[in-house]
Protein backbone atom coordinates (compact mmCIF):
# COMPACT_ATOMS: atom_id res chain seq x y z
CA UNK A 1 0.00 0.00 0.00
CA UNK A 2 1.72 3.54 -0.77
CA UNK A 3 1.41 6.19 1.92
CA UNK A 4 2.96 8.38 4.65
CA UNK A 5 4.29 6.49 7.85
CA UNK A 6 5.53 8.60 10.50
CA UNK A 7 7.13 7.56 13.62
CA UNK A 8 6.78 6.75 16.69
CA UNK A 9 3.32 7.62 17.50
CA UNK A 10 3.64 9.22 20.71
CA UNK A 11 6.62 10.85 22.39
CA UNK A 12 7.81 11.77 25.47
CA UNK A 13 10.36 14.79 25.74
CA UNK A 14 12.55 15.69 28.95
CA UNK A 15 13.37 19.11 29.06
CA UNK A 16 16.75 20.28 27.22
CA UNK A 17 16.65 17.22 25.36
CA UNK A 18 16.52 16.38 21.09
CA UNK A 19 14.14 14.43 19.58
CA UNK A 20 13.95 12.89 15.72
CA UNK A 21 10.61 12.56 14.34
CA UNK A 22 10.94 9.54 11.42
CA UNK A 23 8.47 11.00 7.83
CA UNK A 24 8.68 8.21 5.07
CA UNK A 25 6.68 8.24 2.24
CA UNK A 26 6.62 5.20 -0.74
CA UNK A 27 4.01 7.74 -2.94
CA UNK A 28 6.94 8.95 -5.00
CA UNK A 29 6.10 12.71 -4.03
CA UNK A 30 8.88 15.57 -4.95
CA UNK A 31 7.38 17.87 -2.04
CA UNK A 32 7.03 16.93 1.65
CA UNK A 33 6.17 19.05 4.65
CA UNK A 34 5.86 19.18 8.11
CA UNK A 35 2.95 21.22 10.30
CA UNK A 36 2.15 21.62 13.86
CA UNK A 37 -1.33 21.28 14.63
CA UNK A 38 -2.50 22.67 18.12
CA UNK A 39 -5.73 23.17 19.94
CA UNK A 40 -7.66 26.09 17.95
CA UNK A 41 -5.20 26.52 15.75
CA UNK A 42 -5.01 25.77 11.72
CA UNK A 43 -1.88 23.76 10.86
CA UNK A 44 1.10 25.62 11.17
CA UNK A 45 4.17 25.27 8.50
CA UNK A 46 7.56 24.17 9.90
CA UNK A 47 9.34 22.81 7.38
CA UNK A 48 9.14 21.64 3.56
CA UNK A 49 11.23 20.44 1.15
CA UNK A 50 10.30 20.24 -2.24
CA UNK A 51 13.64 18.45 -3.84
CA UNK A 52 16.55 16.22 -2.42
CA UNK A 53 19.04 18.09 -0.87
CA UNK A 54 17.17 21.21 -0.36
CA UNK A 55 14.58 22.73 2.18
CA UNK A 56 12.59 25.69 3.61
CA UNK A 57 11.26 27.18 6.04
CA UNK A 58 7.84 27.81 6.96
CA UNK A 59 5.98 30.33 9.37
CA UNK A 60 7.33 28.85 12.65
CA UNK A 61 10.60 27.28 12.24
CA UNK A 62 12.90 28.39 15.22
CA UNK A 63 13.85 25.32 17.14
CA UNK A 64 13.09 23.03 14.24
CA UNK A 65 15.54 21.13 12.19
CA UNK A 66 15.03 19.02 9.04
CA UNK A 67 16.96 16.94 6.18
CA UNK A 68 16.17 15.47 3.12
CA UNK A 69 18.88 12.95 2.06
CA UNK A 70 16.18 11.02 0.39
CA UNK A 71 13.07 11.28 -1.74
CA UNK A 72 11.60 8.73 0.58
CA UNK A 73 12.58 10.75 3.60
CA UNK A 74 11.99 13.55 5.70
CA UNK A 75 12.92 13.77 9.11
CA UNK A 76 11.71 16.39 11.41
CA UNK A 77 14.11 17.41 14.59
CA UNK A 78 12.71 18.69 17.36
CA UNK A 79 15.65 20.72 19.38
CA UNK A 80 16.22 21.72 22.55
CA UNK A 81 15.55 25.77 21.72
CA UNK A 82 11.95 24.97 20.84
CA UNK A 83 10.70 26.04 24.21
CA UNK A 84 7.23 25.07 23.70
CA UNK A 85 7.09 21.53 21.67
CA UNK A 86 3.90 20.23 22.82
CA UNK A 87 1.71 19.06 20.07
CA UNK A 88 0.48 16.78 17.42
CA UNK A 89 3.39 17.13 14.31
CA UNK A 90 1.78 15.85 10.97
CA UNK A 91 3.82 15.22 7.79
CA UNK A 92 2.53 15.77 4.45
CA UNK A 93 4.08 15.22 0.91
CA UNK A 94 2.68 15.95 -2.53
CA UNK A 95 3.52 15.07 -6.36
CA UNK A 96 4.96 17.80 -8.78
CA UNK A 97 7.72 19.41 -7.06
CA UNK A 98 5.20 20.69 -4.88
CA UNK A 99 2.54 22.66 -6.88
CA UNK A 100 0.41 24.78 -4.05
CA UNK A 101 -2.20 23.60 -6.62
CA UNK A 102 -2.12 19.90 -5.82
CA UNK A 103 -3.93 18.55 -3.04
CA UNK A 104 -0.79 17.43 -0.28
CA UNK A 105 -1.44 14.03 1.81
CA UNK A 106 -1.07 13.30 5.29
CA UNK A 107 0.81 11.21 7.62
CA UNK A 108 -0.77 9.85 10.72
CA UNK A 109 1.29 12.14 13.16
CA UNK A 110 3.33 12.33 15.88
CA UNK A 111 1.91 13.27 19.14
CA UNK A 112 4.87 15.17 21.37
CA UNK A 113 4.74 15.81 25.13
CA UNK A 114 7.40 18.05 27.35
CA UNK A 115 7.54 15.99 30.59
CA UNK B 1 -3.42 39.13 3.93
CA UNK B 2 -3.99 35.72 2.67
CA UNK B 3 -6.47 33.83 5.05
CA UNK B 4 -9.05 31.61 5.65
CA UNK B 5 -11.90 31.30 8.00
CA UNK B 6 -14.48 28.43 9.15
CA UNK B 7 -17.71 28.37 10.24
CA UNK B 8 -19.52 27.65 12.60
CA UNK B 9 -16.73 26.05 14.87
CA UNK B 10 -18.67 23.37 16.17
CA UNK B 11 -21.82 22.15 14.55
CA UNK B 12 -24.14 19.28 16.50
CA UNK B 13 -26.45 17.27 13.97
CA UNK B 14 -29.16 14.84 14.18
CA UNK B 15 -28.99 11.79 12.04
CA UNK B 16 -30.41 12.76 8.75
CA UNK B 17 -30.47 16.48 9.35
CA UNK B 18 -28.57 18.04 6.44
CA UNK B 19 -26.53 21.50 7.31
CA UNK B 20 -23.56 23.46 5.70
CA UNK B 21 -20.28 24.13 6.75
CA UNK B 22 -18.47 27.25 5.42
CA UNK B 23 -15.10 28.08 4.28
CA UNK B 24 -14.36 31.90 3.78
CA UNK B 25 -10.66 32.85 2.09
CA UNK B 26 -9.35 35.72 1.22
CA UNK B 27 -6.11 34.80 -1.52
CA UNK B 28 -4.52 36.64 -4.57
CA UNK B 29 -4.84 34.30 -7.35
CA UNK B 30 -6.20 30.92 -5.74
CA UNK B 31 -4.72 28.08 -7.42
CA UNK B 32 -6.63 25.37 -5.18
CA UNK B 33 -8.85 24.86 -2.25
CA UNK B 34 -8.68 21.72 -0.13
CA UNK B 35 -11.77 20.00 2.53
CA UNK B 36 -9.81 17.45 4.22
CA UNK B 37 -11.79 15.08 6.94
CA UNK B 38 -9.73 14.81 10.68
CA UNK B 39 -10.46 12.26 13.13
CA UNK B 40 -9.36 13.11 16.70
CA UNK B 41 -5.53 12.05 17.38
CA UNK B 42 -5.23 11.00 13.33
CA UNK B 43 -3.80 12.85 10.06
CA UNK B 44 -6.04 14.52 7.87
CA UNK B 45 -7.98 12.68 5.22
CA UNK B 46 -7.95 14.32 1.91
CA UNK B 47 -11.97 14.62 0.70
CA UNK B 48 -11.49 17.77 -2.22
CA UNK B 49 -9.70 19.85 -4.81
CA UNK B 50 -11.70 23.11 -6.26
CA UNK B 51 -9.95 24.80 -8.55
CA UNK B 52 -12.37 27.59 -9.99
CA UNK B 53 -15.65 29.23 -9.20
CA UNK B 54 -18.66 27.32 -10.07
CA UNK B 55 -17.00 24.19 -9.57
CA UNK B 56 -19.02 21.42 -7.68
CA UNK B 57 -17.50 17.56 -6.25
CA UNK B 58 -19.36 14.77 -4.60
CA UNK B 59 -18.36 12.03 -2.24
CA UNK B 60 -21.20 9.92 -0.99
CA UNK B 61 -23.29 12.16 1.34
CA UNK B 62 -20.87 15.41 1.27
CA UNK B 63 -20.83 18.03 -1.91
CA UNK B 64 -18.23 21.16 -1.81
CA UNK B 65 -18.67 24.03 -3.60
CA UNK B 66 -16.38 27.10 -4.66
CA UNK B 67 -17.68 30.94 -5.30
CA UNK B 68 -14.67 33.30 -5.51
CA UNK B 69 -14.79 34.44 -1.56
CA UNK B 70 -15.77 30.36 0.01
CA UNK B 71 -17.01 27.32 -0.47
CA UNK B 72 -19.72 25.00 1.13
CA UNK B 73 -19.41 21.60 2.42
CA UNK B 74 -22.80 20.27 2.03
CA UNK B 75 -23.69 16.99 4.28
CA UNK B 76 -26.75 15.67 3.16
CA UNK B 77 -28.32 12.88 5.68
CA UNK B 78 -25.61 12.70 7.89
CA UNK B 79 -24.83 9.51 10.07
CA UNK B 80 -23.09 9.50 13.35
CA UNK B 81 -19.80 7.88 11.40
CA UNK B 82 -19.54 11.77 9.68
CA UNK B 83 -18.49 13.16 13.06
CA UNK B 84 -15.31 14.66 12.53
CA UNK B 85 -13.82 17.99 11.99
CA UNK B 86 -13.49 19.04 8.82
CA UNK B 87 -10.50 21.56 7.73
CA UNK B 88 -10.46 23.74 4.73
CA UNK B 89 -7.07 24.90 2.85
CA UNK B 90 -6.17 26.90 0.19
CA UNK B 91 -3.34 27.66 -1.66
CA UNK B 92 -1.97 30.46 -4.20
CA UNK B 93 -0.74 34.18 -3.11
CA UNK B 94 2.79 35.05 -3.17
CA UNK B 95 3.47 31.93 -1.45
CA UNK B 96 4.41 28.10 -2.47
CA UNK B 97 2.04 27.59 0.87
CA UNK B 98 -1.52 26.10 2.06
CA UNK B 99 -3.22 28.48 4.29
CA UNK B 100 -5.58 26.25 6.89
CA UNK B 101 -8.29 27.31 8.61
CA UNK B 102 -9.08 26.43 12.09
CA UNK B 103 -11.63 23.86 11.26
CA UNK B 104 -15.33 22.96 11.97
CA UNK B 105 -15.96 19.81 14.68
CA UNK B 106 -19.38 18.19 13.53
CA UNK B 107 -21.20 15.89 16.09
CA UNK B 108 -23.66 13.59 14.15
CA UNK B 109 -25.97 12.46 17.03
CA UNK B 110 -28.46 8.65 16.21
Known amino acids: DGGITQSPKYLFRKEGQNVTLSCEQNLNHDAMYWYRQDPGQGLRLIYY???????QKGDIAEGYSVSREKKESFPLTVTSAQKNPTAFYLCASTGTSGSIGNEQFFGPGTRLTVL | EDQVTQSPEALRLQEGESSSLNCSYTVSGLRGLFWYRQDPGKGPEFLFT???AGEEKEKERLKATLTKKESFLHITAPKPEDSATYLCAVGGGATNKLIFGTGTLLAVQP
Open chain 1, 49 to 55: SQIVNDF
Open chain 2, 50 to 52: LYS
